[in-house]
């Protein structure tokens, strides 16, 4: 909790403290006012000659929508944790449902993943090249949430995911993929990370059907 000395208690302060105090939990509308109350006195803040009930109704319309429930005759629960992780897991399907990979090839339940931006792709085709910056990777687990948990947001375009390749040794074929790469001297050196190759969707897919005989 910040530092409240000499603060009045708002309805927003309010909202936070039902929060932090009464969240998760069925509780009486009466002992939420004075809890609240006796908290924000006993840490210093200023309580006022008044009735905090219209307090706590200002900051339950705050928090509409938020997992606050009236269960009735001045009963509430409050479920705002839940809300929230709720939200996040909503936000993140709804993102991933926008993820898709040009051509799956293989089997398996581990994954090499190719993808790429496409502004390096079309800056590579006005230099009259065929290749470009390409990000090969794998994991035992969803390509696609791989993928989703490197960019996140911090990127002003999603990437375009080109290849997923499905095997049972990832750790194995990534390997023998990017030495591949690197004997054709193919790795960008200056990229974060080392899986980062001048290279296109095509080579990598011919480099594993030659692996694969």
């Not at 687990?141 to 499905?166: D, M, N, W």
């Amino acid at each position: 909790m910040k530092d409240i000395q000499g603060l009045k208690l708002t309805p927003n302060e309010f909202k936070d403290l039902l929060i932090e105090l009464f969240d998760g939990k069925q509780f009486e509308r009466k002992n939420a006012v004075n809890t609240i109350c006796d908290y924000w006195k006993n840490n210093g803040g200023i309580i006022e000659d008044k009735d905090y009930a219209a307090v706590f109704k200002k900051a339950c319309s705050l928090l509409k929508d938020e997992g606050l429930k009236n269960k009735g005759y001045g009963v509430w629960t409050l479920a705002y944790s839940k809300k929230e992780i709720c939200k996040i897991e909503t936000t993140v399907d709804e993102v991933m449902e926008t993820y898709t990979a040009d051509k799956i090839i293989g089997e398996g339940d581990n994954s090499i993943y190719l993808y790429y931006y496409e502004s390096y792709k079309e800056l590579s085709h006005l230099q009259k090249s065929a290749y470009y910056a390409c990000k090969i990777g794998r994991t035992d687990r969803s390509p696609l949430q791989r993928i989703y948990s490197q960019i996140g947001t911090c990127f002003p375009e999603k990437p375009h995911v080109a290849l997923i390749i499905k095997c049972n040794n990832s750790v194995a074929l990534e390997a023998t993929i990017h030495n591949i790469l690197k004997l054709r001297k193919k790795q960008i050196k200056d990229s974060p990370g080392k899986e980062w190759f001048l290279t296109n969707p095509e080579e990598v897919e011919e480099i594993y059907r030659n692996i694969m005989g």
